[in-house]
């Protein structure tokens, strides 16, 4: 069992940068890759960025790669999602998850697929 816990968000101007953090409690956090999705009124769900398990590897969705980063440290049952460059368009509720280790990469994108999620921070960029 994981309980997740998002906290940092907020509004925020076009153009600059915030940190949301997810705080999981459980002494398996370093067995499970780390995702972030957000969603928007009226719309579904998306990914955002996956980190693994071990922290080897990240994966981004295209419209957030090259502005946002993802990092955890699991000696403190942590993962951080770095935003910069925010645009209004980023404008969602975002939630960290978490899933078992996935074979194919492109599976990390399915919401579906996460057994854990968190209550969600709101983040607002106004133009």
């Known amino acids: 069992q994981v309980q997740l816990v998002e906290s940092g968000g907020g509004l925020v101007q076009t153009g600059d940068s915030l940190r949301l953090s997810c705080a999981a409690s459980g002494r398996t956090f370093s067995t499970y890759a780390m995702g972030w999705f957000r969603q928007a009124p009226g719309k579904e769900r998306e990914f955002v960025a996956v980190i693994t398990a071990s922290g080897g590897s990240t994966y981004y969705a295209d419209s957030v790669k090259g502005r946002f980063t993802v990092s955890r440290d699991n000696a403190k049952n942590t993962v951080s999602l770095q935003m910069s460059s925010l645009k209004p368009e980023d404008t969602s509720v975002y939630y960290c998850?978490?899933?078992?280790?996935?074979?194919?990469?492109?599976?990390?994108?399915?919401?579906?697929?996460?057994?854990?999620w968190g209550q969600g921070t709101q983040v607002t960029v106004s133009s």
């Open positions: 998850a978490a899933a078992m280790p996935l074979y194919y990469s492109n599976d990390y994108l399915r919401p579906d697929l996460y057994a854990y």
